[in-house]
C-alpha cells in the first residue's frame, strides 16, 4: 500500500511540475510584452508633436497590460503560501475548527494522503478525517482521490487552498464589521431611553418624552463613549483584513 501512495503521490508531482511549465509559458508572454513595450526604432521621418504624444500613450497602454498580465500569471499558490502562519488568520480558523486541525494546515503544501498526515501528527486517521472533511465543506482545503482497482477503497490526497483560507477569513471580519455598523446604526437611531426601554427622538417626541409604561420622562441618552469604542473594534477589523491581504 505505501508503494501505490508513492506512485501517485509522483503523479500529482507530475501535475505540479505541469503547472509550472504553464507559468513558464506566460512568463514567455509577458517577455513577449516587455519587449513590445520597448522603444522602437527611430523612424526617419520628423515626428510631429502629436505622433509623440500617440506614441506615449500607446507605450504606456502597452506597460499597463505588461502588468497585468506579469499579475495573471503569478501562481495563487505563491501568494498566500504561508497564509496559516498569519496570525489573524489563526485566529479567526480558531473559531471555526479546533486547534489540531488548524496545525495540519502547513502539512497540506502540496498533495498529501491523510495516513500520511495521521503519521507525521501522532493522530488517528478517522480524526485527521474528521478535520479534513470540516475544512472542506468551508472550501479552504481541496482533494483528489484515486481508487486502487483491486480493492475499490479511494485514497485522498488533500492540498491547502491559500486563496479560498483568505476568502474565509476576510469574509468573517466583513461579518463583524457589517454587524457592528448596524448595531451602531440602531444605537444613534435609539438615542432616548426612559426606565423599561429605548426610544428614537420621532418615538419621544410623539408621545411627549413621557412613557406611558413606566410612566417616567423619555431622556436623551449620551452614547458618544460607547459608539467611539465600537468604531474603534471596527478599525480594529479593517486592520486585521488588511493585515490578511498583505501576507505573503
Ligand atoms: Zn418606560
Redesign the pocket.
Do not use: N, T
Given at each position: 500500500m505505501p508503494k501505490v501512495i508513492k506512485t501517485k503521490a509522483q503523479n500529482f508531482g507530475e501535475k505540479m511540475s505541469g503547472e509550472n511549465k504553464k507559468t513558464g509559458k506566460k512568463t514567455d508572454a509577458a517577455n513577449k510584452i516587455e519587449k513590445a513595450a520597448k522603444p522602437e526604432k527611430q523612424p526617419k521621418t520628423k515626428k510631429t508633436k502629436n505622433d509623440v504624444v500617440k506614441d506615449v500613450a500607446r507605450k504606456d497602454k502597452l506597460v499597463k497590460n505588461a502588468d497585468k498580465i506579469v499579475a495573471v500569471a503569478e501562481p495563487v499558490a505563491v501568494r498566500f503560501s504561508k497564509i496559516y502562519e498569519n496570525k489573524n488568520v489563526r485566529e479567526i480558523l480558531l473559531k471555526y475548527f479546533e486547534e489540531g486541525c488548524v496545525d495540519i494546515l502547513p502539512e497540506l503544501n502540496d498533495y498529501i494522503g491523510d495516513e500520511i498526515v495521521s503519521n507525521k501528527k501522532n493522530m488517528k486517521a478517522p480524526i485527521i478525517r474528521k478535520w479534513l472533511n470540516l475544512m472542506h465543506d468551508k472550501s479552504i482545503v481541496e482533494f483528489n482521490r484515486t481508487k486502487d482497482k483491486k480493492t475499490g477503497w479511494f485514497t485522498y490526497f488533500w492540498k491547502i487552498r491559500p486563496d479560498k483560507v483568505v476568502e474565509f477569513t476576510v469574509s468573517d471580519i466583513n461579518k463583524e464589521i457589517e454587524k457592528l455598523t448596524k448595531e451602531i446604526e440602531e444605537i444613534k437611531a435609539h438615542n432616548f431611553v426612559?426606565?423599561?426601554?429605548t426610544w428614537t427622538s420621532t418615538e419621544a417626541l410623539e408621545s411627549d418624552f413621557v412613557?406611558?409604561?413606566?410612566?417616567?420622562v423619555?431622556m436623551e441618552k449620551d452614547d458618544d463613549k460607547l459608539i467611539a469604542e465600537m468604531e474603534n473594534k471596527k478599525k480594529v477589523l479593517e486592520k486585521k483584513k488588511e493585515d490578511i491581504l498583505s501576507s505573503p
Open positions: 426612559c426606565d423599561c426601554k412613557c406611558q409604561e413606566c410612566e417616567k423619555v
